[in-house]
């Protein structure tokens, strides 16, 4: 995942985006010489994934989350997903999340300032281990007014997405986020605004959802 600071030339990069502890975003920055530096301006990152720049000009990072991890004492209870039956499932929970970057000082620093997007991890279910890749919000965009827009999902098929009960609403196409300037980001909600497997359905060929995959 890639985005250009259009004021600065700078470029960033979200790295190691299929890890759910160990991402990183990048930025190159070039001198006046011609020359390129990078510099890690963020890490830790739950699989990192969109971008964008906020109204105040910092960089925010949008994270696939962790699902619900096999030690959690919710996943007897979070919702599964059987994905390849006997092999590989995927477990449900609300960990996607948005880390704040400050890039408009030299100081730096970052804040992982709201979790509670829907995030599905696969896992053996033979074993119960925890495997890395993650279904959940992929795409980020923030408008001049604070509004964030996110592509959430990864081709789920309808009947799934419904199957999983209310967290499948939010992996099925385009949500806004409201709040995460107000005074608590935390306290940011989200609500589902165009369902991308629902226009598939009725406008993909033979209803083919593939072809309209939230990834991006």
Do not use: C
Request: glycine letters at 14%; hydrophobic letters at 35%.
């Amino acid at each position: 995942y890639v985005l250009v600071d259009q004021k600065t030339g700078d470029v960033y990069v979200a790295i190691n985006n299929a890890d759910t502890t160990k991402g990183e975003v990048l930025r190159y920055s070039t001198n006046a010489n011609g020359a390129t530096t990078s510099t890690v301006v963020a890490s830790n990152l739950n699989n990192p994934r969109g971008m964008s720049f906020g109204p105040d000009g910092n960089l925010y990072v949008l994270e696939q989350g962790t699902g619900t991890s096999a030690n959690s004492p919710d996943a007897a209870t979070a919702p599964v997903i059987p994905f390849i039956p006997g092999l590989v499932s995927e477990r449900g929970g609300y960990t996607g999340s948005i880390t704040k970057v400050n890039v408009t000082s030299s100081a730096g620093g970052q804040d992982r300032i709201y979790t509670g997007l829907p995030s599905f991890r696969e896992f053996n279910p033979t074993t119960g281990q925890d495997r890395v890749i993650s279904i959940g919000p992929n795409a980020l965009t923030i408008t001049a007014d604070g509004t964030a827009y996110i592509a959430s999902g990864g081709g789920l098929a309808p009947e799934t997405a419904v199957a999983v009960g209310p967290i499948g609403d939010g992996l099925q196409g385009i949500l806004k986020l409201d709040g995460l300037f107000g005074s608590d980001p935390s306290k940011a909600t989200y609500t589902p605004q165009f369902n991308a497997l629902a226009y598939a359905a009725a406008n993909g060929p033979d209803g083919a959802t593939t072809l309209y995959n939230t990834e991006s």
